[in-house]
């Protein structure tokens, strides 16, 4: 699907409008790549520049996008992914005691990855998956999905909207910013599990004692 991000944003937006909001971003939070945020911001920059577009409905149709797109990752990891995962993960260094990990953080912090993965570009097309493998409880995953969803969709519309043509001119410093505190942060927190890995192991055992199933 990587063909799409040479098409031009702009006549796809000015052709398909909603309906390419929709499918777009929906598939990128099923976990398929593609340039959903690209899509978000462009089609609010194309609505506050030409007034063809309406902002809320732009916001209303990519915060539907990304909620039931989510949903689709998290339920194909819930079904799907764990009995992969336990059957192959050693290939890719998940033994057993790394995906009871996965769970045990899941648990105790899965709703901020949620809600927070949807801003980050790494995480945006893969946390409501991992939710999924993770076992995330199915209620607390809807909750923040939803916030998330309706908070990114909100907040990058609305931002792209005002700034209109000038968004090109502030995206790249910013998204340098952006690129380096998800750099350092997932440095900061490689180096934590793997300072604490032997421990986060026990407790993770103490909290979900026996196989996976």
Same mark, same amino acid.
Not at 111 to 120: A, N, P, Y
């Given at each position: 699907m990587s063909f799409l991000h040479e098409l031009p944003i702009a006549d796809l937006i000015a052709s398909y409008g909603y309906v390419a909001i929709f499918v777009i971003i929906t598939l990128e939070s099923a976990g398929v790549p593609m340039?959903?945020?690209?899509?978000?911001? =462009? =089609? &609010?920059?194309? &609505? @506050? !520049?030409? @007034?063809?577009?309406?902002? *809320?409905?732009?916001?209303? *149709? %990519? %915060?539907? %996008?990304?909620?039931?797109?989510?949903? #689709?990752?998290?339920?194909? @990891? /819930?079904r799907w992914g764990m009995p992969l995962l336990l059957r192959y993960g050693r290939v890719i260094a998940l033994d057993h005691g790394r995906l009871k990990l996965g769970q045990y953080l899941?648990?105790?912090? @899965?709703?901020?990855?949620?809600?927070?993965? /949807?801003?980050?570009?790494?995480?945006? &097309?893969? &946390?409501?998956? #991992? %939710?999924?493998?993770n076992r995330l409880d199915a209620r607390r995953f809807m909750l923040f999905n939803g916030l998330g969803g309706l908070a990114w969709a909100t =907040?990058?519309?609305?931002? !792209?909207?005002y700034c209109g043509r000038s968004i090109e001119q502030i995206a790249g410093p910013v998204g340098l910013a952006l690129l380096a505190l998800v750099i350092f942060g997932g440095l900061a927190l490689w180096l934590f599990v793997r300072r604490h890995e032997t421990r986060l192991l026990a407790e993770a055992e103490r909290a979900i004692p026996g196989p996976l199933a």
């Open positions: 340039p959903g945020e690209t899509v978000l911001i =462009s =089609s &609010a920059v194309y &609505a @506050g !520049s030409t @007034g063809n577009l309406n902002i *809320a409905l732009i916001i209303a *149709a %990519a %915060a539907a %996008a990304a909620i039931i797109g989510d949903n #689709l990752g998290y339920w194909v @990891g /819930r899941f648990r105790e912090h @899965g709703g901020k990855i949620v809600f927070f993965g /949807r801003f980050t570009a790494m995480l945006r &097309a893969y &946390a409501a998956l #991992l %939710a999924g493998v =907040s990058m519309g609305l931002g !792209s909207y």
